[in-house]
T-cell receptor, first 111, second 111 residues
Framework: NAGVTQTPKFRILKIGQSMTLQCAQD?????MYWYRQDPGMGLKLIYY???????DKGEVPNGYNVSRSTTEDFPLRLELAAPSQTSVYFC??????????FGPGTRLTVT | QQPVQSPQAVILREGEDAVINCSSS?????VHWYRQKHGEAPVFLMI?????EQKGHEKISASFNEKKQQSSLYLTASQLSYSGTYFC????????????FGQGTTLQVKP
């Protein structure tokens, strides 16, 4: 099993550009999550999903969008990138009320 | 809503013990504990569920006081590999796996 995979690992965006962060898992988990982590800080939930076709906002959803068309994939879309979105983004997946498995992260810089 | 962790940082010598606390102002269904090393993704340590069930796969113990909405992580006979930042994540009553993470506790174990 590859577990949770994320692409790209690093990305530099200019202000106003858009991009999609990819996340995939091969563990057949229904639940998937997107977090951001600013330097020296904890994890903030952006969006989460309890199954294909079902998504909901987390703590910090502004400036982001998600979709979940399959169990395996949960892409995160950034529209009109801003410097405040410079962060490390982690995708995670789990069974209900079980441990969350995290991907390796995407380090994003917006300049 | 963010749980509060204490202490913010702790330095230990190998073999010493430490306790990390996590406190929430809301009623909790579960508390998760993760450890993150610098530049890496968080790694699961333990889940403590309302009603007393615990799930974990490391030799680390923890407690969950449901009435006080508090959890403590006990690190005994610390090893160099225990160094990192510890995060608690709290889940309310909704069965979504939605976790709100604390700000983290940095643990450094010295030889």
């Amino acid at each position: 099993n590859a577990g949770v995979t994320q692409t790209p690992k690093f990305r530099i965006l200019k202000i106003g550009q858009s991009m999609t962060l990819q996340c995939a898992q091969d563990m057949n988990h229904n639940y998937m999550y997107w977090y951001r982590q600013d330097p020296g800080m904890g994890l903030k939930l952006i969006y989460y999903s309890v199954g294909a076709g079902i998504t909901d906002k987390g703590e910090v959803p502004n400036g982001y969008n998600v979709s979940r068309s399959t169990t395996e994939d949960f892409p995160l879309r950034l529209e009109l990138a801003a410097p405040s979105q410079t962060s490390v983004y982690f995708c995670a997946s789990s069974y209900p009320r079980e441990e969350q498995y995290f991907g390796p992260g995407t380090r994003l810089t917006v300049t | 809503q963010q749980p509060v962790q204490s202490p913010q940082a702790v330095i230990l010598r190998e073999g010493e013990d430490a306790v990390i606390n996590c406190s929430s102002s809301k009623a909790l269904y579960s508390v998760h504990w993760y450890r993150q090393k610098h530049g890496e993704a968080p790694v699961f340590l333990m889940i403590l569920l309302k009603g007393g069930e615990q799930k974990g796969h490391e030799k680390i113990s923890a407690s969950f006081n449901e009435k006080k909405q508090q959890s403590s992580l006990y690190l005994t006979a610390s090893q160099l590999s225990y160094s990192g930042t510890y995060f608690c994540g709290t889940e309310g009553s909704s069965n979504t796996g939605k976790l709100i993470f604390g700000q983290g506790t940095t643990l450094q174990v010295k030889p």
